[in-house]
Antibody
Framework: EVQLVQSGAEVKKPGESLKISCKASGYSFTNYWIGWVRQMPGKGLEWMGIIYPGDSDAKYSPSFQGQVTISADTSSSTAYLQWSSLEASDTAVYYC????????????WGQGTVVTVFS | QSALTQPASVSGSPGQSITISCTGTSSDIGGYNFVSWYQQHPGKTPKLLIY???NRPSGVSNRFSGSKSGNTASLTISGLQAEDEADYYCSSYTNTNSLEVFGGGTKLTVL
């Protein structure tokens, strides 16, 4: 079964760092893009960025460039989204999703990781 | 970049057809057929309904269809059912930065 399994919910303080994960299984991890999508409480989906694990080529939406880092570890078939210094406005659900089976569409989604940042 | 523009809400009665619009520019929807639509029920993960403008993944009901006219893409749901009540998001490739952008989302209410 093709699936993406994300790490569990996180509660952090402003200024702290964080790295959440997205483990892929059931397909060739290096042959498909993995993207990250933010959904703030009660709001819509926001396209953050994407990575091609085969060569670690990462691209970021302008709104998120410099704010987060996307990476991938092919040995564990896991993609990551990380922050060096969290802010309260980073409170959201973060989804990873696969792109490439269908052109420019996310066909497989992780279950989401809830990140809560408060002091 | 700015999100694609969707109506905040639409509604319809069971059995009816409804259409959700998604307006962009010539840099995204108008210039390419890389338009996708997603369905998200409350508290659930988004689900791909339509890819490449008018194609359905295996398992998606043929009651869902996509189309485009100029800079506006549309999702039509025919034979509306109670289970269709959800949020719907469009997405398009944009040549602004060779990435993708989502619409703001539309809440569908089945009356």
């Amino acid at each position: 079964e093709v699936q993406l399994v994300q790490s569990g919910a996180e509660v952090k303080k402003p200024g702290e760092s964080l790295k959440i994960s997205c483990k892929a299984s059931g397909y060739s991890f290096t042959n498909y893009w993995i993207g990250w999508v933010r959904q703030m409480p009660g709001k819509g989906l926001e396209w953050m960025g994407i990575i091609y694990p085969g060569d670690s080529d990462a691209k970021y939406s302008p709104s998120f460039q410099g704010q987060v880092t996307i990476s991938a570890d092919t040995s564990s078939s896991t993609a990551y989204l990380q922050w060096s210094s969290l802010e309260a406005s980073d409170t959201a659900v973060y989804y990873c999703a696969r792109m490439g089976y269908y052109q420019n569409a996310f066909d497989i989604w992780g279950q989401g990781t809830v990140v809560t940042v408060f002091s | 970049q700015s999100a694609l523009t969707q109506p905040a809400s639409v509604s319809g009665s069971p059995g009816q057809s409804i259409t959700i619009s998604c307006t962009g520019t010539s840099s995204d929807i108008g210039g390419y057929n890389f338009v996708s639509w997603y369905q998200q029920h409350p508290g659930k993960t988004p689900k791909l309904l339509i890819y490449e403008l008018n194609n359905r993944p295996s398992g998606v009901s043929n009651r869902f269809s996509g189309s485009k006219s100029g800079n506006t893409a549309s999702l039509t749901i025919s034979g509306l059912q109670a289970e269709d009540e959800a949020d719907y998001y469009c997405s398009s490739y944009t040549n602004t930065n060779s990435l993708e952008v989502f619409g703001g989302g539309t809440k569908l209410t089945v009356l």
